[in-house]
């Protein structure tokens, strides 16, 4: 049967021309554009699929796989390019039409970054941090972004040009750009290219850089994040001559410690001595932890249970090394049996017309939710926030709560935004919300 196509045409993208692309009709439903990026994540599925039933892996050579795997991560930088274009352009059609809408001054803006996360499936920070090097490709680095455009350069490596010139003004920025295309961006490594964004961007403006260096020490901070295998890591962004002091302290003392004839290695004893100070333990197991037991009591007696406790401000933690902190830590420890979903009633009291969520019932959302309740978002929760809000008679009671970041919570005040419960959490299904962004998307938020 015969098959009618239809040329769609790109548009230019900051000057550079993107091939035209012939696709079926049935395909042009909503948008050509849509339509022919399903039909690329069609084909490279269909490629995957190839790849995967060859017989014998010999049937292409090598040289041919390395023909694609060059192309292939020339597409992802490309396709990079194209969604700034389309986060940038987003960005500018919401912020119309908050103006529109009358949306007070001082909140234009707010919820866009947070739709672009829920699309990307990364959090709203994540998504304002991509939406700000995307503006910054899109109106003050040209070149830098007519590399990324043609797969000349990595998303990353753009990224790291952005971080370098965000303090200088458009002329500046312009600048710094044409000289680090000119000095061969394309040839470098990460780590030189960001090097060469940085001494360009100092020569531009010496006084800029400095004041942004001491700008910057305010936002000194220390921050953990899951790490595999039950580890953590424990991050200090310091300024430059505290952390050299730091290490420096820890090496010395390691130092004498492997010298008086320690026997453990020297990242173990450094690790260790990072823990006594801080904790001022004389031993560094010897933690003071909250093990919040999600299971029967019978789990954390019995051997044999796999059921996984919840380490208060780490995440999940198996079993046995629950029972093994409990068993051999020197610190004081505390552990807290929380039923799911209790037989017989709800799992909290309390007066259901009271403004705020406090007390326990705060406590028992925040270790339900763990993390902030927006998908893809991995931040503290700040705000125990009314589900169906408190002014539409929104009760203060453990389903209509959910544990938000600062954020996530004031996005949804914003108009467009409705969030409803989907499951109450009480009935052995896990607590469920539904979030409808301004654009008629629909996400499900589920409690861990």
């Not at 692309?21 to 948008?31: E, G, K, Q, T, Y």
């Given at each position: 049967?015969?098959?009618?196509?239809?040329?769609?045409?790109?548009?230019?993208?900051?000057?550079?021309?993107?091939?035209?692309?012939?696709?079926?009709?049935?395909?042009?439903?909503?948008?050509?554009?849509?339509?022919?990026?399903?039909?690329?994540?069609?084909?490279?599925?269909?490629?995957?699929?190839?790849?995967?039933?060859l017989p014998d892996v010999g049937e292409v050579s090598d040289a041919v796989r390395i023909d694609r795997i060059a192309r292939l991560e020339k597409l992802k930088a490309a396709a990079a390019a194209l969604q700034a274009a389309e986060s940038v352009r987003f960005a500018q059609a919401q912020a119309k039409a908050q103006l529109a809408a009358d949306v007070h001054p001082g909140k234009i803006g707010r919820g866009?970054?947070?739709?672009?996360?829920?699309?990307?499936?990364?959090?709203?920070?994540?998504?304002?941090?991509?939406?700000?090097?995307?503006?910054?490709?899109?109106?003050?680095?040209?070149?830098?972004?007519?590399?990324?455009?043609?797969?000349?350069?990595?998303?990353?490596?753009?990224?790291?040009?952005?971080?370098?010139?965000?303090?200088?003004?458009?002329?500046?920025?312009?600048?710094?750009?044409?000289?680090?295309?000119?000095?061969?961006?394309?040839?470098?490594?990460?780590?030189?290219?960001?090097?060469?964004?940085?001494?360009?961007?100092?020569?531009?403006?010496?006084?800029?850089?400095?004041?942004?260096?001491?700008?910057?020490?305010?936002?000194?901070?220390?921050?953990?994040?899951?790490?595999?295998?039950?580890?953590?890591?424990?991050?200090?962004?310091?300024?430059?001559?505290?952390?050299?002091?730091?290490?420096?302290?820890?090496?010395?003392?390691?130092?004498?410690?492997?010298?008086?004839?320690?026997?453990?290695?020297?990242?173990?004893?450094?690790?260790?001595?990072?823990?006594?100070?801080?904790?001022?333990?004389?031993?560094?197991?010897?933690?003071?932890?909250?093990?919040?037991?999600?299971?029967?009591?019978?789990?954390?007696?019995?051997?044999?249970?796999?059921?996984?406790?919840?380490?208060?401000?780490?995440?999940?933690?198996?079993?046995?090394?629950?029972?093994?902190?409990?068993?051999?830590?020197k610190g004081r420890l505390w552990w807290r049996r929380l039923y799911a979903a209790p037989v017989g009633g709800p799992i909290v009291g309390g007066d259901p017309y009271r403004r705020h969520f406090d007390g326990f019932l705060k406590k028992l959302i925040m270790v339900r939710d763990r993390w902030c309740r927006d998908p893809f978002c991995d931040a503290p929760i700040r705000h125990i926030d009314h589900i169906?809000?408190?002014?539409?008679?929104?009760?203060?009671?453990?389903?209509?709560?959910?544990?938000?970041?600062?954020?996530?919570?004031?996005?949804?005040?914003?108009?467009?935004?409705?969030?409803?419960?989907?499951?109450?959490?009480?009935?052995?299904?896990?607590?469920?919300?539904?979030?409808?962004?301004?654009?008629?998307?629909?996400?499900?938020?589920?409690?861990?």
């Open positions: 049967m015969y098959e009618r196509k239809v040329s769609v045409p790109v548009r230019n993208v900051r000057g550079v021309a993107v091939a035209v692309v012939s696709v079926p009709v049935a395909d042009l439903i909503a948008d050509p554009l849509t339509g022919w990026l399903d039909r690329v994540l069609a084909g490279l599925a269909d490629g995957v699929a190839e790849c995967a039933n866009i970054a947070d739709q672009l996360g829920l699309a990307c499936k990364v959090s709203g920070f994540e998504a304002a941090r991509r939406l700000g090097a995307a503006r910054a490709l899109w109106f003050d680095l040209p070149e830098t972004y007519r590399l990324l455009i043609g797969g000349e350069v990595s998303e990353y490596v753009a990224s790291l040009v952005v971080s370098e010139t965000r303090h200088l003004d458009e002329t500046a920025t312009r600048e710094v750009d044409a000289k680090v295309t000119a000095a061969g961006i394309a040839q470098m490594g990460p780590r030189s290219a960001a090097a060469c964004a940085r001494r360009h961007a100092y020569e531009a403006d010496p006084q800029g850089y400095v004041e942004r260096g001491r700008t910057e020490r305010k936002h000194r901070r220390v921050t953990l994040r899951p790490a595999p295998d039950t580890m953590s890591l424990l991050s200090g962004y310091l300024p430059a001559e505290q952390g050299v002091a730091c290490l420096k302290s820890l090496r010395d003392h390691t130092d004498a410690m492997k010298a008086a004839g320690d026997s453990r290695c020297r990242d173990q004893i450094m690790a260790d001595t990072l823990v006594e100070r801080i904790t001022g333990q004389a031993n560094a197991a010897d933690v003071n932890a909250e093990l919040q037991i999600v299971m029967p009591l019978d789990a954390l007696l019995d051997a044999k249970d796999p059921t996984a406790a919840e380490l208060d401000g780490y995440g999940p933690l198996p079993a046995g090394l629950a029972r093994d902190l409990l068993a051999t830590s169906q809000r408190y002014s539409d008679s929104g009760l203060t009671i453990y389903p209509n709560g959910r544990g938000e970041c600062e954020r996530g919570n004031y996005a949804r005040e914003m108009p467009g935004w409705k969030v409803e419960a989907v499951a109450n959490g009480l009935d052995g299904r896990r607590h469920t919300t539904k979030i409808t962004t301004p654009t008629g998307h629909t996400y499900l938020s589920r409690a861990p």
